[in-house]
């Protein structure tokens, strides 16, 4: 019989019975192991998942407390009211009714007994399987703050979160999706800061994924976001609990998906892209500084290539004589056109990025001094690439990784508004601006559009996305993200 | 259609007259920018009862014969913008060679774009007209630097166009005031009061505008005056920056193609519901052929501003006669 047919089955009274199911279910996989053996005169069987438990745990709070109980009664009923009632075992204790449950618990670590002539089982959460400690976060670096990130096992992540948040307004519910993978998802917000209709949109949404596997936050996420073609993504994802904590008390949403070190935080908006944790550890003036920086970085890792072989190709004129001859000159031996010219070394970059993300760190090196160092040099001096469009590539792939978040966006973007401004010059960028700009205007989610507080203008937002006041400004007047939903 | 805010649709309709301020072929004089303004008061004053009805919960596309009146308009003013930016794309460097003519080429890029502008829906876009509404005022910022030392009172010239000439001329540039009355409808929020404030941004915006051009190219005979002032507007000497205006131009083109056919598809909706899937595609093909079928009509004929007032007063006049008769 195959698992899914057990899986709404009610467990058997009898324990033999039960023992087979579980054996026939597992197809007598060698992890599952079951040892059977009598408790206060009533026959037991205590099953657990190997490598998934902490064995000397078992040992000390389960197998010597169960073994040592004598019962009046001799039945499994007797057997369970007394380890209910008598003894603590563990604190995650929970009742298993039927065998899709029984794996379910079985598989996340739990330690199960099923007793003979019970119709149910107990399970006592014994988890010890092994797993990466706290560290610091690989993709969202912080100078000032806190230097802890999460991890890929659920329950620490939401550790994480609730020693920072100790509101009793902070709710962390647990559930589980995907059919084969049955993967725990931990649904994180304020109860007081998030309106109850948002977070019931949000659980249909997550009810209506039917996908046999959750392995990445990738294949969640479309599931939460609008069907229409978004360029920018409308939910975001952070693996600093320190910043999941900032946006649960705005009144956001977030997910923590069992086996990946990030959350999903829903609704996401465009500004909160060049937000950063540090922002608000520095001086407001300094932080401003930054924060302007960082959207001019955006525009430059977008339109410089594509301004670039615009202006040069065909609208000359808009160039200072001198610039006009310097580039002249340098693009005078270049075998291509600027456009190929400009493709071409964009194209060579994301290869040799590519390469050097997916080798081993030692080989990745090696990639990079070939990539950077050999072909870019050896690519000028031999003629085929001016200086000029590989400074200018340089400059806008560099001003790419300002803005991490949405660099997958922002590179297809440099493409398309290269072709424009090669093919059509300031015409077809102005062209393409409209529509990306209308695209991402049109990003909205649950009610919360994307580019809020810009459009539509929200006055007293601007002190943290145009600038940054302080924290004496800050503190007065609450905000939720609510102040935006349209 | 979407509920909007006041100021994203004061933002749209300003982008719109903005559009067709820029491509302006009247030479521009005092008496213009007087013309201008009076034509606009007139808009003011004839916009009030329609308001009046709309605030009292009265729709007055919910008669059928509205409907084919503001369909007809809105086409009509769609295919007008069309021919508007055939005309100044001659102007205006595109780069573009094609066998079938580069206009046709243009106009088939704006219309893909606006086609998918369209598609998604009246929010989005004027959600972008704030967004593009604050580019454009740094733009402005930038031309009116630009002018400071190139503006000169000598330029100021007297025309031998009669103000009624002038006042008609405004009232032909501005075909986004029937727009404004179907778009008042999805604003549950103080009609009059917006009505008020878009049409003093939009005085205030031309006639800062049109005083620019004359200051700086008021005695240079052009076909675009508006135009030819911003390519005299330089504020630095060592680097041109005209080029900026193809980037207005062509975003303010887009903004008021797609508001006309975001306008016509929802009416067309109305009218033909057999033809709600293909709202967008009907819109902007009628458009195209409207424009084509107008390609040689003088834009600022005297007959569009009457057809444009009496195009918006015989549908007000409609609902308060069907007010009254209930």
């Known amino acids: ?486 | 259609m979407n509920k909007i805010s006041v100021a994203q649709l004061s933002a749209l309709l300003i982008s719109c007259d903005a559009f067709a301020l820029i491509c302006l072929t009247s030479s521009l004089t005092l008496t213009s920018l007087l013309g201008f303004t009076i034509g606009t008061v007139i808009q003011f004053i004839i916009a009030i009862p329609a308001l009046f009805c709309i605030s009292k919960g009265e729709k007055i596309t919910s008669s059928v014969a509205n409907r084919w009146i503001y369909l007809i308009y809105s086409l009509v003013w769609g295919g007008l913008i069309l021919i508007r930016i055939w005309q100044t794309s001659e102007v205006i460097y595109i780069p573009l060679e094609s066998e079938f003519g580069e206009k046709l080429f243009i106009t088939a890029l704006v219309c893909a774009a606006c086609l998918y502008i369209a598609s998604t829906g009246l929010k989005a876009l004027a959600r972008s007209a704030i967004i593009i509404g604050g580019f454009g005022i740094i733009c402005l910022i930038i031309i009116i630097l630009g002018a400071l030392g190139k503006a000169d009172i000598s330029h100021i010239k007297s025309g031998n166009r009669s103000l009624a000439d002038e006042i008609f001329t405004g009232l032909t540039m501005s075909g986004s005031f029937g727009t404004f009355i179907l778009l008042a409808e999805n604003i549950n929020y103080k009609k009059i009061k917006l009505s008020a404030l878009y049409f003093l941004i939009r005085a205030v915006f031309v006639a800062i505008v049109g005083g620019i051009s004359i200051l700086v190219a008021g005695r240079i005979k052009s076909q675009f005056p508006i135009i030819t002032a911003v390519e005299l507007s330089q504020p630095i000497k060592s680097q041109r920056i005209d080029a900026v205006f193809i980037l207005i131009f062509v975003v303010l083109a887009i903004v008021s193609l797609a508001l006309q056919t975001i306008v016509s598809s929802h009416l067309i909706q109305k009218v033909f519901p057999k033809f709600a899937k293909f709202r967008y595609t009907s819109a902007l093909i009628l458009i195209t052929l409207m424009g084509l079928s107008l390609s040689n009509t003088n834009l600022y004929s005297s007959f569009y501003a009457v057809i444009f007032i009496i195009a918006y007063l015989v549908p007000t006049l409609i609902t308060l006669t069907k007010q009254k008769g209930e």
């Open chain 1, 1 to 486: 019989m195959k698992y899914n047919d057990y899986y709404y089955t009610p467990l058997n009274p009898s324990l033999s019975e039960n023992i087979k199911n579980i054996r026939e279910i597992s197809g007598g996989s060698s992890d599952v192991l079951v040892n059977e053996f009598e408790a206060g005169g009533v026959k037991c069987a205590l099953l657990c998942c190997e490598g998934m438990v902490a064995m000397s745990i078992i040992s000390e709070l389960v197998f010597r407390p169960i073994t040592h109980i004598t019962l009046e009664n001799k039945n499994a009923k007797s057997l369970y009211e007394h380890i209910n009632n008598k003894l603590l075992l563990s604190a995650d204790r929970i009742e298993v009714i039927n065998y899709g449950n029984l794996f379910r618990t079985l598989n996340s670590g739990f330690a199960v007994l099923i007793a003979d002539g019970a119709d149910t089982a107990l399970a006592f959460g014994v988890q010890g399987y092994p797993m990466r400690s706290v560290n610091e976060p690989s993709g969202e670096a912080n100078v000032m703050g806190a230097h802890d990130g999460f991890v890929e096992v659920i329950r620490p992540n939401m550790s994480l979160i609730r020693r920072r948040l100790k509101s009793p307004m902070l709710v962390l519910e647990l559930s589980f999706i995907g059919s084969k993978t049955q993967t725990d998802i931990c649904l994180c917000y304020m109860q007081d800061r998030v309106p109850k209709s948002l977070i019931d949109k949000i659980k249909k949404s997550l009810d209506n994924i039917d996908l046999e596997s959750v392995l990445s936050t990738g294949y969640i996420r479309p599931f939460l976001e609008s069907r229409r073609l978004e360029i920018f993504s409308s939910t975001g994802t952070t693996e600093r609990p320190d910043v999941l904590c900032s946006k649960l008390i705005e009144g956001r949403v977030a997910i923590l998906i069992d086996g990946i070190p990030f959350a999903i935080v829903i609704p996401k908006l465009f500004c909160e892209s060049f937000q950063t944790l540090d922002d608000y550890a520095y001086k407001p003036y300094y932080a401003v500084f930054i924060r302007w920086i960082k959207y001019f970085a955006f525009l430059i890792a977008i339109l410089l290539p594509s301004l670039y072989v615009a202006i040069s190709l065909h609208h000359p004129e808009l160039l200072n004589p001198q610039l006009l001859m310097i580039l002249a000159e340098a693009e005078e031996s270049a075998p291509v056109s600027l456009l190929a010219e400009g493709v071409g070394v964009l194209l060579l970059y994301e290869i040799i990025r590519e390469a050097g993300l997916r080798l081993p760190k030692v080989v990745g090196g090696a990639v990079s001094i070939v990539g950077g160092l050999i072909i870019g040099d050896s690519a000028v001096q031999s003629g085929l690439v001016s200086t000029p469009m590989l400074t200018i590539i340089a400059l806008a792939v560099t001003s790419g990784f300002v803005v991490p978040e949405i660099n997958q966006s922002v590179t297809i973007l440099r493409f398309v508004f290269l072709f424009a401004g090669g093919l059509l010059g300031l015409f077809g960028i102005s062209l393409v601006a409209c529509v990306v700009l209308v695209n991402i205007c049109a990003t909205e989610d649950y009610g919360f559009p994307y580019t809020a507080p810009i459009s539509p203008f929200k006055k007293k937002a601007m002190r943290d996305t145009l600038g940054r006041v302080g924290f004496r400004k800050m503190q007065k007047g609450e905000f939720t993200v609510e102040e935006y939903y349209e």
